[in-house]
């Protein structure tokens, strides 16, 4: 039996791991929250996404920037209900009907090999077997989504884009 240092990967947690293996068994899918980092250049606004929904539902990963833990588990269940329900929300475009009084919503494809780094407990999870990864955006309080000129300017570092735009109009 090798020793500890034998490990190729030594700063993994088996237990978190096992937790994350656990939590999808169980409910079809996880959150992961990572804190924000304003020591950063740039500062990294905190975040959470989802670990899953790729095995559980064919569906991308789903990460949520700029909201507590327990406001992107609600955002991010909102689209797990989606799901279980048998509906596939639109990857790309802006869309309607995710959040309340007609509030517009994108989930946009997130390019792996750039921000790829970002999701530490989802590449352990799968491992060496492929996934996706979106971001669902969401307005400010005056329905601006990031990328428009209205958009709150206190919340362009709580917010920032990670996802394509292409597909936006």
């Not at 475009?93 to 407990?121: C, K, N, T, W, Y």
Request: no cysteine; hydrophobic share 45%.
């Amino acid at each position: 039996m090798g020793s500890v240092s034998d490990d190729p990967m030594p700063d993994r947690s088996m237990e978190h791991l096992d937790k994350l293996l656990w939590m999808v068994e169980t409910n079809g899918w996880a959150l992961e929250a990572i804190a924000a980092r304003a020591d950063l250049e740039p500062p990294r606004a905190a975040y959470a996404y989802s670990i899953g929904l790729e095995t559980t539902y064919g569906f991308p990963e789903v990460v949520v920037l700029g909201q507590t833990p327990v406001h992107a588990r609600g955002i991010i269940g909102l689209v797990v209900d989606l799901l279980a329900s048998g509906v596939q929300p639109p990857v790309g475009p802006m869309f309607l009907g995710l959040f309340d009084g007609e509030q517009r919503a994108a989930l946009l494809p997130v390019d792996l090999d750039v921000h790829g780094h970002l999701f530490g407990s989802a590449n352990a999870f799968y491992g060496a077997v492929p996934f996706r990864v979106v971001q669902l955006t969401w307005p400010d309080r005056n329905g601006w989504m990031p990328w428009e000129t209205g958009f709150e300017p206190r919340l362009t570092l709580a917010q920032p884009v990670i996802g394509s735009l292409d597909e936006i109009d």
